[in-house]
């Protein structure tokens, strides 16, 4: 299983950023998806998951109505669309695949090389 995450830099406050994930070694039209985020200083914090399907997420409230997670199964290719970025949301960046295939179980069990956001003025 392979994950590489990718398109993380520097914005501005309010700026806009779209990430990517490469996937490979498993059939992710298969898992729910996740972006998860590590803060300096703090753990890991989950950010958003979407279905199989591509027609189901869910986001954690620091993001709502901000990011937008999606998803390509013909690229075997995740996103993450930021908007309105805030200086909290300096992170890096994962993607991770649900340890379950066909179902939902919130645990991951890989997640790939993350890319760094800063949001700095």
């Known amino acids: 299983v392979q994950l590489q995450a990718y398109g993380g830099g520097l914005v501005q406050p309010g700026g806009s950023l779209r990430l990517s994930c490469a996937a490979s070694g498993f059939i992710f039209s298969s898992y729910f998806m996740y972006w998860i985020r590590k803060t300096p200083g703090k753990g890991f914090e989950w950010v958003a998951h979407?279905?199989?399907?591509?027609?189901?997420?869910t986001y954690a409230d620091s993001v709502k109505g901000r990011f937008t997670i999606s998803r390509d199964n013909a690229k075997n290719t995740l996103y993450l669309q930021m908007n309105n970025l805030k200086l909290h949301d300096t992170a890096a960046y994962y993607c991770a695949k649900d340890s379950v295939k066909d179902d939902y179980s919130g645990g991951y069990d890989y997640w790939g090389l993350g890319t760094e956001l800063t949001v700095s003025s």
């Open positions: 979407i279905n199989p399907t591509g027609d189901a997420t």
